[in-house]
């Protein structure tokens, strides 16, 4: 009997060392875990005042050198976070006018990027997009989503002019806002519309930059809830 205690003691003993050396694990991934946490940054423009340009927003050039476009931060009871939009307005613009903003301080190689977007009008172009990895505002990655075309297409942007990478049909309601979401990692690629994974590949043209928003010639769009996480 008392063999048999010795072992259940033994047994216990064994047991309680290798649960408390498991809980220390434990407690030692989370520390790792939260010290590697990746960097948010969250843009929904309600504390930007009306009719000016969010702060750390650069407006791109157009080719003939004029301004890209009127973007401002417009109050509307169509914001899916009320009461600010960051807006596009210019209605007007040649075939190749790409309109865009740049965001500073979002330099980023690996990230998850995201935006809501509410196609307003244009007759020529319709919709907007995500920029990502930008150089400046002539080099670029860019996703956009256009209504009038009912697709979703990829694209790098090289020296101001586009090269698609993969294009995606898909049937876009001008009635609603959008979700438009890029996630990269190295060359890794992938895209969502509306919650629908659309892209896997694999780019090397840019190793990292900036993240925007962009445009193209008359089309009006709302942007919403700008959503940065930058990979540890």
Aim: charged letters at 20%; one cysteine or more.
């Amino acid at each position: 009997m008392a063999l048999s205690v010795h072992k259940h003691g033994a047994s216990l003993l064994s047991l309680s060392v290798g649960v408390w050396c498991v809980c220390v694990l434990v407690l030692l991934l989370g520390h790792t875990s939260l010290s590697a946490a990746s960097e948010v940054q969250v843009w929904n423009f309600d504390q930007d005042d009306p009719s000016t340009i969010p702060a750390g927003f650069h407006i791109g050039t157009l080719f003939d050198g004029r301004v890209a476009g009127d973007w401002q931060v417009t109050v509307t009871d169509k914001a899916i976070s009320p009461p600010h939009v960051l807006a596009q307005l210019h209605g007007k613009g040649a075939e190749h006018a790409y309109k865009l903003v740049l965001v500073q301080s979002t330099e980023a190689a690996d990230m998850d990027l995201s935006v809501k977007l509410l196609p307003i009008a244009g007759k020529a172009d319709m919709g907007g997009g995500l920029i990502w990895r930008a150089a400046d505002d002539r080099n670029y990655y860019l996703v956009r989503a256009n209504p009038l075309e009912q697709n979703v297409r990829i694209y790098r942007v090289v020296d101001g002019v586009r090269h698609m990478i993969k294009n995606f049909d898909h049937v876009i309601d001008i009635r609603q806002w959008h979700h438009l979401r890029v996630q990269m990692r190295g060359c890794d690629v992938h895209v969502w519309f509306d919650e629908q994974s659309v892209f896997t590949l694999c780019d090397r043209t840019f190793a990292k930059g900036r993240v925007g928003l962009w445009t193209k010639s008359d089309a009006v769009t709302y942007f919403d809830d700008l959503r940065l996480e930058r990979a540890p």
